[in-house]
Each structure stands twice: as C-alpha cells, then as structure tokens.
C-alpha cells in the first residue's frame, strides 16, 4: 500500500536531483528543465498531502491541494516560456548560453 | 504479498527518478530534454495512482507535450552541436554533497514529522469538488493565472522579435 512517505521521499530525491542540476550545469537550457524537475517535486509532495491528510474539511481541502498544483504548472509554463526567450536573445546576442560566460550582472 | 499499486508505484518512481538523473547526468543536451519527458510521464503516473487523473492529463499535456517541445525547440534555435559533449562546472563535486546533505536532512525530517494520515490511505478526489473549486473558490486566481500566462506569452514574442533597424 502507498503510503504518504513513499510520496514524500520520491519528492525530496527529485528535489535534490533538480538542484543538483541547478548547482552543477553550465548550459542555461539544462539548468532551466533542472528547474523543471524541481518544480515537479513540489507537485508530487502536494498532490501527496491533498491525497493522504488528515483534514477537518475533506472536501474542500482535497480539491484544494489539485488546484493549487494546476496553478503551479501555469506559472511553470509562463517561467519556461519567458526563460526560453531570454536563452534565446542570450544566444543571439552572446552566441553562447554558458552560464558561466554570462557574467555582465556579476558584482 | 505485494499490493500491484505499490508496484506501480515504484514503476513510476523509478522512471521519475530515472529521467531525472538522466537530464542532470547525460553529456547529450538532446537525451536531457527525452529524459526530461520521461521523468514527467512518471510524476504524471503517481498522479495517477493518487486518484488525480487530471492532473495526470494536464501533465502530459503541458509539460510532456508543450514543455519538451519548447525545448527541442530551443535547441534547434540555438546551434545544437555546441551541445553534444556537456561538461559540469568545477564545482560539481560540492554540487553534489550540498544535493546529498540536503536530501539526507530531508529524510530525517520526513521520518521525524508525523502526519495526521486519513484512514484508508488515499482518498478519491471527485471531478466534480476539483471543477468547483477551481471556478468557484479559486476564480479570481484562476483569471489572474490566465493574464499571467498572456503577458509571458507577448513578453516572450517581444524579447525574441528581431527588432529590425531600431538596433
């Protein structure tokens, strides 16, 4: 049987595998869908809880915890779009997406 | 006597777990983006096997369609064979103890929290509560989510135009 730490472990593996990839990768694109996976290990713990607590109120609470997921993956969706335009000017304007070349901002 | 949810379960993990070590280890910029696509197939099966069958469709739809396809996407924009032999920055090695240390801590801290848990183990979510709370409790967000999307989306036209002669 499924239990909620199954659920739990699963997510914080991801979340540590997604920002191993933030920490340790030099294209902008990897680093960007390492983001992606991080984002997902957030999903995965919620729709963990939503399916598995213990509420005062089952039935608003539950759907709650999917609404909010849905919400995630929009503004997912909006980050991955505008991430990707900005490589892509980045690319155009450095021909390069290294980000360790990518130091204009840097102090 | 193992449950087949459990089963299923691991099914999915090892393919989430799976392809997501694939995108953070392959050297082939093109397999992260399939190892990617894997790695959502299998967090939209453990949707599945938690009774959130739309958001299971919402996850192959947006993030194993639209996301993968943006990328793929991307990399044909930008010249791919820049990206056939990756190489990590100097700072894997710390990379990695940071992401073990961090997991480590989290596991301690699942296994020291206790969770009031319903009885039964998962709980069915009906189409029907997640419909209206989506669009009667949460309308407003729901809209604003959507302006969200919108200016991403000009923003995203605007910053890749090419500007013509203005530059």
Not at chain 2, 101 to 117: E, H, K, N, Q, S
Request: proline share 2%; glycine share 8%; charged share 15%.
């Amino acid at each position: 049987m499924i239990e909620l730490a199954h659920i739990q472990v699963l997510s914080a593996a991801l979340f540590c595998i997604g920002m191993y990839g933030v920490l340790a990768r030099r294209s902008a694109v990897l680093i960007l869908m390492s983001i992606e996976l991080m984002l997902n290990a957030v999903n995965v713990n919620l729709i963990g809880y939503a399916a598995f607590a213990d509420f005062a109120d089952p039935e608003v609470a539950r759907p709650q915890g999917q609404v909010i997921i849905i919400f995630i993956i929009t503004i997912a969706a909006a980050e991955l779009a505008l991430a990707m335009a900005i490589i892509l000017r980045l690319y155009r304007n450095r021909s390069s997406v290294n980000v360790d070349e990518i130091d204009l901002m840097r102090w | 006597m193992i449950e087949p949810s459990l089963v299923l379960f691991y099914i999915a993990g090892t393919l989430t777990l799976g392809g997501a070590l694939g995108v953070v280890m392959t050297r082939n910029i093109v397999y992260a983006a399939f190892a990617l696509l894997a790695s959502m197939i299998g967090v939209a099966g453990v949707f599945l096997l938690l009774f959130a069958e739309f958001l299971a469709l919402v996850q192959v739809l947006i993030y194993g369609g639209a996301i993968v396809i943006v990328v793929l996407f991307a990399l044909m924009l930008t010249r791919i064979q820049d990206f056939e032999h990756l190489t990590d920055n100097r700072q894997w090695p710390i990379a990695a103890l940071i992401a073990f240390a961090i997991f480590g801590l989290l596991v301690a801290g699942i296994a020291r929290t206790d969770v009031r848990v319903a009885d039964g183990g998962r709980q069915v979510v009906e189409f029907k509560d997640l419909g209206e709370s989506l669009f009667v409790q949460w309308a407003v967000p729901f809209e604003v989510a959507s302006l969200v999307l919108l200016v991403a989306l000009i923003g995203a036209i605007v910053l890749v135009r090419s500007t013509g002669g203005r530059e």
